[in-house]
């Protein structure tokens, strides 16, 4: 999985490739780290073709520290990973777009 | 040629001589046993002096005490220590009976010499010993022995030890006058006797006479040596003859084995099927057979049978039905009429009463279609594994094979389902008696197989065999006891593929993979491998965290694709039993702040497959998901 991360002030990007699952997830979250000062949260995951639930339990912790902080948008799910998200009933508190 | 004949005999006289020292190999086991005796009849005697002795010192019996303790301290020497070495040596060595025989005889005379008429039975027991070693030369050697020593003691006694008045033939002038000083006895033998006369009467009166009935007991002891000897070769020859049969019975045994198929997995090719089974005789070799044979690539054959009797006789007829069943089977693959015919072989040229019981079946392996006939047979139980039970499958049976050459024989018909058994067993299991003489039984039987539905048909036949032998206990096993267990997997152009992966969690990669390879070879679309791939995560990678806690263990997975694309996954550990179905499903319609983070990958799972079930049998815990390839 590739992590491409971008930040501007308190303005962070993370764009992600490939699959996100229980092995990958970890690095993920070292990336992220503690998420400090950070206001506004943007996840691309143009790129990612399968996620599992190791990913979506990050993506909860993010979104529950995010509320407190600022605000966490999820961007350019593809078909697959939209679905995931309906099914766990992660579209009702995830901003996708 | 005058000497040459001349040596030739004394060849043969020595030979002769020779076979009284050097004991031939029939009789060395029994010389040991003879030896043992005689030392102990010497011992006897022995204990017999010291108790005379004892007897005369306390003056009950009126003897000389110095002819007494030289009776006694030759009795220890001639009889005591002899016997003695001849226990310390356990009746082993050629020359042991010589010495004994030797030292017994000159004891005798020397008592026969001092004590008289009162051991007149003395020189009769080495003879009769000597018979026990069923030797007619040394019974004939031990005679003259006994004549020599007791020739010699009769003359060398005639001074010596207590004298039997008898030999004082008195002719005294009437009206003479005896003074007696010590004892009468004394007195008498003072008297002056014709010393010549006096040995004439020693000789015929009382060595004669006892000579003569000497010859007499010898020659019926060399008669009893003869006869012995001939019982002994006898019960050699009936040894030999059993240890003969012996032998071609465990021969027998053998072959007998070899004819039963009795290597398993039978047909490795054909994963969709686990065939097990076994015969336990009752006796060396059996009258029950089974049989397992593929007609071709999609019919299973399988057979079980029980000739009537045991033994030699059962098993003749049993190798001869075997066959038939087969080769007819074979060339022509109807079940009535392959049994019928089978049936006219047998009856041909049967002159027992012998028949055979007999259950048949052929299934095909692609349907589960099983066509069966029952030859007088017990019927077999089958196990329905949506109903999760075995029944026994009745039908009508016919006539026993072999038994009148009229019979036809009708094809019955049942369809089974992949995970569906069906369990073959002979009279020998129901009937298997205890020593209260209760029958295993038809529902104890069921009762096992239901309470043990998860076994393999390996370990089932096994453990039912213990359970068997621990119900019949001491009694003997007393009929042949025959199962055989047939699993029905999968139908035969389903596929199933299988392997084992270390339970770790960076195993991950490698079992997604496989799982894809796989499904990509049966045409299944890329989203549903997908979304199965999510379900294989969340299970495997439960499995390597909590399964088997720090110890290592493995996962097998088993993916089986039927014809109706119907995938199923089987995900099996040994680690500690856990369901992860009981976790109750996250509330997804939660808010932020309240979702949980459990739950999440089973609930993933159930979502996403059509069916999801786990079972824990056999120790292992077992998931099973299912999806429907098709949509």
């Known amino acids: ?97 | 040629m005058v000497g040459g004949k001349q040596l030739e005999n004394i060849k043969k006289m020595f030979k002769e001589f020779k076979s009284i020292f050097v004991s031939e190999d029939l009789l060395k086991e029994n010389e040991q046993h003879a030896n043992i005796v005689t030392a102990a009849t010497m011992l006897n005697v022995f204990w017999l002096c010291i108790i005379v002795w004892i007897l005369t010192y306390s003056e009950v019996f009126k003897i000389e005490m110095e002819i007494m303790n030289s009776m006694t301290i030759r009795a220890f020497i001639l009889l005591a220590i002899p016997a003695c070495i001849c226990y310390l040596k356990r009746g082993n060595g050629k020359l042991i009976k010589h010495v004994l025989f030797i030292c017994f005889t000159i004891m005798m005379g020397m008592a026969d010499a001092l004590l008289k008429y009162n051991v007149t039975l003395a020189m009769v027991l080495p003879i009769i010993l000597s018979a026990r070693y069923y030797n007619k030369n040394f019974t004939l050697g031990i005679a003259t022995l006994t004549t020599i020593v007791f020739c010699t003691s009769a003359f060398m006694s005639v001074n010596v030890g207590q004298q039997d008045l008898n030999s004082y033939n008195l002719i005294i002038p009437q009206n003479t006058q005896i003074v007696v000083d010590g004892t009468l006895r004394d007195a008498v033998i003072e008297i002056k006797v014709d010393e010549t006369q006096r040995l004439k009467n020693i000789f015929i009166h009382l060595f004669l006479p006892k000579f003569f009935l000497f010859n007499i007991v010898a020659f019926a002891c060399v008669q009893i040596a003869r006869s012995g000897k001939k019982m002994v070769e006898r019960q050699k020859e009936i040894t030999e003859k059993g240890k003969r049969i012996e032998t071609e019975l465990n021969i027998a045994s053998l072959i007998q084995k070899n004819m039963l198929p009795s290597i398993f997995p039978p047909f490795p090719e054909h994963k969709e099927i686990d065939l097990y089974a076994s015969m336990t005789p009752a006796k060396e070799i059996g009258g029950d057979f089974y049989d397992m044979f593929l007609i071709d690539d999609n019919h299973l054959a399988i057979c079980i049978a029980d000739v009537s009797g045991k033994g030699v006789p059962a098993s003749l007829v049993m190798m001869i039905s075997k066959i038939l069943i087969k080769n007819v089977t074979l060339i022509d693959a109807e079940i009535d009429t392959a049994l019928t015919r089978v049936n006219k072989m047998l009856c041909d040229g049967n002159k027992t009463d012998m028949f055979v019981t007999c259950w048949f079946g052929i299934l095909d392996l692609r349907d589960g279609k099983l066509e069966f006939a029952n030859a007088g047979h017990n019927p077999p139980l089958i196990y329905s594994n949506k109903k999760n039970s075995f029944e026994y499958l009745r039908s009508k049976p016919n006539m026993v094979l072999a038994g009148f050459d009229t019979t036809s024989y009708i094809k019955h018909e049942t369809y089974i389902e992949p995970g569906d058994k069906v369990f073959l067993y002979t009279d020998g299991v129901v009937e298997a008696t205890n020593e209260e003489n209760k029958l295993y039984g038809e529902k104890r039987l069921q009762d096992f197989l239901n309470e043990h539905s998860s076994l393999g048909s390996e370990e089932t036949i096994k453990t039912l065999k213990k359970d068997i032998d621990k119900f019949v206990g001491k009694a003997e096993q007393f009929d042949d006891i025959t199962m055989l267990e047939l699993i029905y997997k999968a139908r035969k152009d389903d596929n199933i593929v299988q392997k084992e992966f270390k339970a770790e969690v960076n195993e991950l990669s490698n079992v997604q993979s496989f799982v894809e390879t796989e499904l990509s070879k049966y045409n299944i679309a890329n989203e549903i491998i997908n979304h199965i791939n999510l379900a294989v995560e969340e299970i495997f990678v439960n499995i390597a965290n909590y399964a088997y806690k720090d110890k290592n263990g493995n996962c097998l997975l088993t993916i089986q694709n039927d014809e109706d694309k119907i995938i199923k996954l089987v995900f099996e550990d040994n680690g500690i039993p856990f369901n992860p179905l009981e976790r109750p499903d996250p509330d997804i319609t939660k808010s932020v702040d309240e979702r949980e983070i459990g739950g999440l990958g089973i609930f993933i799972t159930k979502k996403l497959m059509d069916d999801i079930e786990y079972k824990y049998e056999d120790n292992k815990n077992i998931l099973i998901i299912t999806k429907n390839g098709g949509n």
């Open chain 1, 1 to 97: 999985m590739n992590i491409d991360k971008k930040q501007i002030g308190s303005f962070l990007t993370i764009t992600i490739d490939g699959r996100l699952d229980t092995n990958t997830a970890p690095d993920l979250e070292k990336e992220l780290g503690t998420l400090e000062g950070i206001e506004k949260l943007i996840f691309d995951v143009r790129g990612l073709e399968y996620i599992s639930s190791a990913g979506l339990r990050l993506f909860l912790s993010c979104q529950k520290k995010m509320n407190e902080q600022g605000s966490m948008t999820i961007k350019n799910a593809n078909e697959d990973i939209k679905d995931i998200f309906d099914i766990t009933g992660f579209s009702d508190f995830l901003t996708i777009e």
